[in-house]
């Protein structure tokens, strides 16, 4: 199948405005291309005019100081290159060689890109097309060599003079740096470090970026005609199949699906693309490909690619993955707990697919906890300290598992994904000797054992990795055994073992009893102002939020940089709240999702032509929100 159609490169007709372009119209009237000198620019203002138009600047630029790249800046009108079929938009210039370089935005008319509408005609199609063209301009970049800045010898010698766009990753996620807009115009975001000697302007080397480099690289990644259809139409449909596939766990009862044939382990803890097929171990293959067992297969018939995807499907209550050390039940778990995004085609875990409500749980020793009700798992703390609004800028493995799993059921997950090496042994289970030594009224921790079967009868699925303890086949609907990386179903035999032991009449008292509530709880929107004005995204795991370091090492499902400089972008919107709102932290994200549904993830950025953003779940925005160490962030809801 192909969406290949008319052929030859349009002409533009100039840019025009909207909220989409940043402003007002750049047509050919008094405000358009024609009425721009470029003798007299607006100084540090917002110009615009012709290709022909920024060209001549540029030159007349050269050997100014660096500050002078300000008369370039066009963020509502533009530079319209009618050839090419595309008009420039220049954010404010960086104003040093050194700092953070200037964020740009292109945008290509629909009748010059000249995708097929059945392409992007949907939401699916739209944000796979887009993250296509995002890995065709990035792959670009680094071909022509347009990554690579200038390698100065000194102080006085050339620097910058590179264009970077965000580095895709193996997921096809919402992002900002390539989207297709409403009427089929194509907006491509990317930053240029303008090129200088010194601190003074390489005029005629930012004359051949923005004249030569940057033309071919619209030219090469962003028109269906310079494009291979069928990749094209590979990528997008084989993308919106696996969102169907997602979308049809629920209606057949299952909470995640693997096909046959997937390949789930990785190249390394560092590369995330799939281990090769080729590696040899002597005379085995290190690879192993994921097969179901007969009783627990299930197939779909997918709409797009039209063929029938077999595999497990893992059915709703509480499923265990058991076996032997290094055989991969944490592989297994590490791809159903990126399940919830899409895979680029040729990732081995496509169609590996989980419910977008699954959260992976954890112990996070340290970790700051700001009024949450833990009292479900932990009560009765020595001196009276109450769990049913417990705080702690220093939470132990036990109390930050317990509010890891409440802050997620607070934000509405339906199933937790949870590997017993990342957990607090003492809030997963509790023996019988233990028991006997330490009476129950001494100890303040029901254990996970306890209450997983409550959950499951309250609609909250459990797939949890376990391979010390068996009283979990107690509470078992499904075992899974993986030996060798082979999957096996060994349901029968578990229920046949914990049968023939004597029961623990405790974890079965406990079963039948209440889980417990959940509180939900209020954010303060002025805790949330950074005390010194300044955010910085240090890494994918790390915010620098005013003066206070927040750590997100343990929200394990945030796949990306992109998606933290979201989240940074999102915790700055919470100041907004008004004094004393009631509004509780699933209402204030709600809120914000269907903002990004409507608008995208320009509504975090005011038009600033950031291409750096990929779009968070609600569960991780709420998860740095909780882990933000400041003085009165919430109050619970009463």
Known sequence: MSYRGGRGRGRGRGGRGGGYYGGSSGGRGSQGPQSFDSSKPNTGGDNGGSHSDLVELL???????????HDIESSTRGWVNNIEGYTLYIGKAQGDPYAKPTRCRVIVKGDTAKFPPVSHQNKVRSVALGDYLNRVFYQSCKDMGADV???EANWNGPKGGDIEISMPTQHVIEQSAVRILPNGDICAQFTVNLPARG??????????IFDQTLPQLVQKSLIYTSLDANVVTRHVLNVEDQEWVRSNLEIRGLVAFVPDGAVLPRMSGAD?????DNVKDGDNSKLVRFHSPDTLRVSFDLPNMGKTLAGIGIRKGITLIVGGGFHGKSTLLSALQVGMYNKI???GREFCVCSSTAVKIRSEDGRNVSEVNISPFISNLPFGKQTDCFASPDASGSTSQATNIMEALEMGAKTLLIDEDTCATNFMIRDDKMMELVHKDKEPITPFLYKVKTLSKQGISVILVVGSCGDFFDVADTTILMDSYSCYDVTNRAKQIAASRASNNGALAASRASFGNVTPRCPVGTAFNPNNGKITVRSKALIAYGDVELDLSGLEQIVSREQTNSIAL???RLTALEKGSKMTIFQVLTQLNALLDHEGL?????????GSLARPRTFEIAGAINRLRVDGSFVQLK
């Open 59 to 69: 030159r007349r630029l050269d050997g100014k100081q660096y500050p002078a790249y």
């Open 149 to 151: 800045k200038a390698r």
């Open 199 to 208: 601190r003074s302007i390489l005029g005629y080397k930012a004359v051949q």
């Open 272 to 276: 995330d693309r799939p281990m090769d």
């Open 345 to 347: 085609p040729g990732d």
């Open 570 to 572: 999102a915790l700055q």
């Open 602 to 610: 320009e509504a975090l950025t005011n038009g600033q032509f950031d």
